[in-house]
């Protein structure tokens, strides 16, 4: 049972303390109850600061609305209107879903093998797992699948696929509303597209008029590197899906930017009563201001995606006969057996030594790390020897 938690270290209530590389599911990329955010939060409650405001204007969303123009949007040269979904990662999807397919007048999303989007009905018609898609209970409908890279062992070109059939009057596919992917497939197994493939479907959806939506849900806000996942790739989405990280304290909020050409919505016409959830805009706002006014953060997670990369090939090449395969980019990292079953035995041997890590894939076959952002070197240190020792007890 956990009690406290600070920085990168969770604490339970027998005293014992655990190094965190699981964050919230890449919610606290800033670690646990960052200090900066936490006074901008608590002078915000004494100052009797309002907490929920629908979709008022209040002074705490402008903050954030300004510090998002001003930190992130501006200097990447990136014009979006923004919307608050709801409060959820979900939320977020639905609303990028409903919108493209309102702006195409099309119905037909184009998903990928390995995506996670949500549980809500129209994410899950988007996702892959069939394990998560079984529990809608009813036909989900309006999706088009194609491979992701690397997908089969890598035998498929998805972008080319897709472009085939587009232009084909008979592959039984109509021209698609809108593509949505993810640059990184975080619960799909660390799935990693290349800037290359990315490039090619951007180009795909521009050519054919297609709205390219990218679920940053959980690799935005820098799990890559830089606040965008895209950015790598110098692709601009139509729209973007961003939750989790957003508030950086933890507090659920969404975000879904919007090309201004696309912003058809009629008022009220995507609505939900927890859109002005203050508290997460106070958060947001301290969290833009303390992290992304530069690039230090930036670096510091592409040197630190080094020093992890370089751990996992360490405890790979101790297992030669594990079939062991690592995957990543910035700060997220996942660690592959051959034995599917392994992942599930190392993470439970790596919080029996007080690390925590989650699995992810279809099977949950991939032990999957995602310290926080604010990470010092010697915790990574840490956190990478405890999971070679779990992975030697695992194994
Ligand atoms: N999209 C992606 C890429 C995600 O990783 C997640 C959550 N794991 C979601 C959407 C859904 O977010 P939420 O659980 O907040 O609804």
Not at 365 to 373: H, R
Request: net charge negative; aromatic share 8%; charged share 20%.
């Amino acid at each position: 049972m956990f009690t406290h938690a600070t920085g990168s270290h969770l604490h339970d209530h027998e005293g014992r303390r655990y190094l965190d590389f699981f964050a919230g599911a890449g919610t606290l990329n800033y670690g646990h109850n960052p200090p900066v955010l936490k006074d901008a939060l608590l002078s915000y409650l004494k100052g009797d600061g309002i907490t929920h405001s629908l979709d008022l204007f209040t002074a705490a969303r402008t903050e954030l609305l300004t510090a998002l123009q001003t930190y992130v949007l501006n200097p990447r040269g990136l014009d979006y209107r923004v919307q608050f979904p709801g409060p959820t990662g979900t939320n977020s999807v639905e609303a990028a879903l409903k919108v493209a397919r309102k702006a195409t007048g099309r119905s037909t999303v184009v998903a990928f093998t390995g995506a996670f989007h949500g549980m809500s009905l129209g994410s899950l018609a988007v996702t892959g797992s069939a394990a998560k898609r079984a529990g809608a209970g009813l036909p989900l409908t309006g999706t088009h699948r194609i491979p992701y890279e690397g997908f089969g062992g890598g035998a498929f070109d998805g972008p080319a696929l897709l472009e085939s059939m587009i232009r084909s009057d008979n592959s039984g596919l109509d021209l698609p509303a809108a593509v949505i992917v993810e640059t990184v497939q975080g619960e799909g197994g660390v799935n990693v597209a290349s800037p290359q493939w990315l490039g090619e479907l951007s180009d795909l959806c521009r050519r054919h008029g297609i709205v390219l939506i990218v679920d940053d849900v959980q690799m935005g806000c820098g799990r890559t590197g830089p606040f965008f996942s895209f950015e790598t790739a110098s692709i601009v989405p139509d729209v973007v899906c961003l939750s989790k990280a957003v508030s950086g304290y933890g507090l659920p909020m969404a975000l879904t930017l919007i090309r201004p050409e696309l912003d058809v919505w009629a008022p009220g016409e995507h609505n939900g009563t927890f859109r002005g959830h203050n508290l997460a805009f106070v958060t947001g706002a301290a969290a833009l201001r303390e992290y992304w006014q530069d690039s230090t953060l930036e670096k510091e997670t592409l040197r630190h995606g080094e020093l992890v990369a370089a751990g996992l090939e360490e405890i790979a090449a101790a297992h030669p006969d594990s079939g062991a395969r690592i995957r990543g980019r910035g700060l997220v990292w996942g660690l592959e057996f051959a034995d599917p079953t392994a992942a599930h035995r190392v993470n439970q041997e790596a919080f029996a030594r007080g690390l925590l890590v989650e699995t992810s894939g279809a099977v949950g076959e991939v032990v999957k790390l995602l310290p926080p952002l604010t990470v010092s070197d010697d915790e990574l240190a840490e956190g990478l020897a405890l999971l070679g020792e779990a992975v030697t007890a695992a194994l």
